[in-house]
Each structure stands twice: as structure tokens, then as C-alpha cells.
């Protein structure tokens, strides 16, 4: 397991979903074994040798999707992802479109040879 070097230092580790979910359920179980949620989330970090912050956005990601907190999901963060990539590809595809009738509109308007 990653330990940090230095506060502040970034690392570029990525986990895997099963570690995610294994420290947003060992959060949430010392929250209802202790009854506050004042300390759970750095007591997981630290045992888990993951910085407080991920885990302190995997916890507030869970809660979000579960309906727990208030917040966009992650269904819908990732259905305005699609749609707006979507939108960027259909506004390039009418530009060609523009463009290519405006070269024609160009070509009928020259005389011939």
C-alpha cells in the first residue's frame, strides 16, 4: 500500500474499485461503530495508506449516489459527458457542412468555360 512521502506531495497512483469501495464501507462502518463522523475518514486513510483527500472524495461520491447528500451523480456526470461531446461533434460536423455549401454555392455562381 502507497504511503505519502511528504504533505502536499501529489502522486499519480490510481486505485482499483474494489479498494475504493473497501475504504468507503471501513469508513462507513466506524462511523456507525463510533456514532460521529468527526476522525473516521483519516483513521481509514492512514490505515490504509491512501491520502485523506481521495478517500474524503470517495466517501462524499458514495453519499451522493446513494442519495445520502445532495449532488450530481455519477450516472448523470457521465451522461453530460456524452452529451456534450455529442454536441462538440455534431457542431463540427455543421461547420464541414457550412463550409462544403458554401464552396458549392461558390462553384455554381462561376462561369463556365
Do not use: C
Not at 473497501?22 to 463510533?34: D, F, I, N, T
Not at 452529451?83 to 463540427?92: D, F, K, S, T
Amino acid at each position: 500500500m502507497p504511503h505519502e512521502l511528504a504533505p502536499g506531495v501529489a502522486t499519480t497512483r490510481r486505485y482499483s474499485e474494489a479498494e475504493k469501495e473497501r475504504a468507503v464501507r471501513a469508513v462507513l462502518q466506524l462511523r456507525k461503530e463510533l456514532g460521529t463522523d468527526l476522525g473516521t475518514i483519516r483513521r481509514v486513510a492512514d490505515q490504509l495508506g491512501i491520502g485523506v483527500e481521495t478517500v474524503r472524495g470517495w466517501v462524499k461520491r458514495a453519499e451522493v449516489d446513494a442519495g445520502v447528500k445532495p449532488g450530481v451523480t455519477t450516472v448523470d456526470v457521465e451522461r453530460v459527458r456524452q452529451l456534450e461531446q455529442e454536441i462538440r461533434e455534431l457542431r463540427r460536423a455543421n461547420e464541414i457542412l457550412r463550409r462544403a455549401s458554401a464552396f458549392f454555392a461558390a462553384e455554381l455562381d462561376r462561369p463556365s468555360k
